[in-house]
């Protein structure tokens, strides 16, 4: 035997079992009482970070989501309620803008800390259903699922569900299996921000209360003062925004009223077949990186070569099963295939227009669901098999960033909704209001495409008045617009723009006309250029 080849055995060797003991270490803090928490909010934390320069790369020759502006605009001011939305995703944006500045990189920040905040909090969940091993798996499934990365690059009241639904969640489940007053006191306040992050959350809630009744120890949680504390919690938790509400002239529903309804069919149809195709895409993902994970545990590779089907059968086992709380798995399965079936069909009966990011908040349980199931048999070595996986995945996106926002750069050059340069238009205008009326630009108006990016690149970050929508934030006024002036925007292709100029024409009759174009350069690669029709209405003497 030649003498050459102990090194590099004996580097194989060491470098096997350096391996083994960084599995065993992992597999050790994901089920240790003291450490698996932190465990969990170290891959947190991680994720965060890492995937927040992974959007930073990606998004770097594009602004910010118009969805993004508009929580911006919100969080200026801290109201029960913003015209089309209850007031929560407002509130967080408003705190986090008053630490953070109002750039790019701090709105992926903040939208990469709420999907992190929810995969900890999906994870308490898993503890309330599965051993701690199981719960670890679900929790990378969760890091793994693309609504908590690279889908979730917009922060707004669709993505801050992740949060809040997951904590209605937890809260089911310890108020069903506890069944006392202070049990359902936490329900009821978690069901509160619920409501108050998006009205769609009474899907959740409904599948939650429907899951409450079909369960078979429903009579014992019926029985107990946790569900009418919960209600009765939740409903003075509620007061304050229904009075707003009320005083609104229920705004919010009629904008989802004129917004969501649909009289052609064939399109309710196709709508709905995109909802479920698209989310399934999605959750595929996921789950065949874990059935992956799974099937790397060893000796996969003699399996392999000697009985490959037992790859894929040795995970699966009958039997007694202490790794799963059959209760509270129930549960999470009722509420699970409720919110995945309810919705279509509802939107099937009543020709509502479904959109695929109403799905962002609906399917965190399912990785928890297949984790649950009892005949699934979860070795140690699959936590640090997906763990793996999904830092080799991460840090490989990281790395190829920037040259998938340079490829679709070039494959979109002209795509001016996805990269065009608002930003440039918003301090532009700036230094105009400044050059005439040396004061702050206080209110911008327009249609909301248009005019969220200018309160959140401006400087001055004025108000947005939209002036032919009954929805309005309440941030500002036509008093306010006609008092401290206003500048507006309106994209001239928009078929919105004859009604617009008639306002225009009626408030501020000797407003300043132009038009303005911009574009943006990444990298010495030219964006789309755009052109804008700009109107300078001067403050009120």
């Known amino acids: 035997m030649s003498t050459t080849s102990l090194p590099t055995a004996r580097a194989r060797a060491t470098t096997r079992l350096s391996y083994d003991r960084f599995r065993a270490f992992l597999v050790a803090c994901a089920i240790r009482p003291r450490a698996r928490l932190w465990l969990v909010i170290q891959l947190a934390i991680l994720h965060a970070v890492l995937w927040t320069f992974i959007l930073i790369n990606l998004k770097a020759?594009?602004?910010?989501?118009?969805?993004?502006?508009e929580a911006y605009g919100w969080g200026q001011q801290f109201l029960w309620g913003y015209g089309k939305h209850p007031p929560l995703s407002g509130w967080v944006a408003g705190v986090w803008f008053r630490i953070f500045p109002a750039a790019d990189w701090a709105t992926?920040?903040?939208?990469?800390?709420?999907?992190?905040?929810?995969?900890?909090?999906?994870?308490?969940?898993a503890l309330r259903v599965v051993d701690a091993r199981r719960a670890f798996l679900v929790a990378v499934m969760i890091a793994l699922y693309p609504i908590f990365n690279f889908k979730g690059f917009k922060y707004n009241p669709d993505l801050l569900q992740l949060?809040?639904?997951?904590?209605?969640?937890?809260?089911?489940?310890d108020a069903f299996r506890k069944r006392n007053w202070l049990s359902g006191v936490w329900l009821g306040l978690a069901g509160a921000l619920a409501l108050m992050t998006k009205y769609w959350v009474l899907t959740m809630i409904g599948a939650i209360g429907l899951a409450a009744l079909i369960h078979p120890e429903r009579m014992k949680f019926l029985a107990s003062p946790a569900p009418w504390v919960a209600i009765a919690t939740m409903a003075v938790a509620m007061i304050p925004h229904a009075v707003?509400?009320?005083?609104?002239h229920f705004v919010p529903l009629t904008y989802a009223g004129d917004t969501y309804s649909l009289d052609d069919k064939s399109q309710v149809h196709q709508l709905v077949l995109g909802y479920l195709l698209h989310n399934a895409g999605l959750l595929a993902l996921p789950v065949a990186l874990a059935a992956l994970a799974m099937a790397l545990v060893p000796p996969w590779g003699r399996l392999l070569l000697r009985a490959p089907s037992r790859i894929v059968t040795r995970a699966w086992a009958r039997g007694p099963n202490s790794g799963v709380d059959r209760s509270q798995a129930l549960n999470v399965w009722l509420i699970q295939a409720i919110v995945a079936f309810g919705p279509p069909l509802g939107a099937l009966a009543f020709s509502i227009y479904?959109?695929?990011?109403?799905?962002?908040?609906?399917?965190?349980?399912?990785?928890?669901?297949?984790?649950?199931?009892?005949?699934l048999r979860v070795q140690g070595a699959a936590l640090s098999n997906i763990a793996a996986i999904w830092l080799v995945l991460s840090a490989a996106t990281l790395a190829a960033s920037p040259w998938i926002a340079a490829r679709e750069l070039a494959a979109n050059v002209g795509n001016t909704a996805t990269y065009g340069a608002r930003s440039d238009l918003a301090r532009e205008l700036t230094q105009a209001w400044h050059a005439r009326f040396?004061?702050?630009?206080?209110?911008?108006?327009?249609?909301?495409?248009?005019?969220?990016?200018?309160?959140?690149?401006?400087?001055?970050?004025?108000?947005?008045?939209?002036?032919?929508?009954?929805?309005?934030?309440?941030?500002?006024?036509?008093?306010?617009?006609?008092?401290?002036g206003f500048i507006g925007?309106?994209?001239?292709?928009?078929?919105?723009?004859?009604?617009?100029?008639?306002?225009?024409?009626?408030?501020?009759?000797?407003?300043?006309?132009?038009?303005?174009?911009?574009?943006?350069?990444?990298?010495?690669?030219?964006?789309?250029?755009?052109?804008?029709?700009?109107?300078?209405?001067?403050?009120?003497?």
């Open 61 to 69: 020759a594009q602004d910010v989501h118009m969805d993004v502006a």
């Open 108 to 125: 992926y920040a903040l939208a990469m800390a709420t999907v992190s905040t929810g995969m900890v909090i999906c994870w308490l969940v």
């Open 163 to 173: 949060v809040t639904l997951p904590l209605v969640v937890l809260a089911f489940l």
């Open 244 to 248: 707003w509400l009320a005083d609104a």
């Open 354 to 375: 479904m959109k695929t990011d109403w799905g962002i908040s609906l399917f965190f349980l399912v990785p928890l669901a297949l984790v649950a199931i009892p005949t």
């Open 438 to 484: 040396a004061s702050r630009w206080a209110v911008v108006a327009g249609s909301m495409e248009s005019i969220q990016p200018m309160v959140f690149y401006s400087p001055d970050h004025p108000a947005a008045f939209t002036p032919n929508e009954p929805w309005s934030s309440g941030l500002t006024s036509l008093e306010d617009a006609k008092r401290y």
């Open 489 to 541: 925007v309106f994209d001239p292709t928009d078929g919105r723009l004859p009604a617009f100029e008639k306002w225009v024409s009626e408030v501020a009759p000797n407003a300043e006309r132009m038009v303005m174009t911009t574009r943006r350069f990444t990298h010495s690669r030219a964006g789309p250029s755009m052109s804008w029709n700009i109107y300078i209405a001067p403050p009120a003497k």
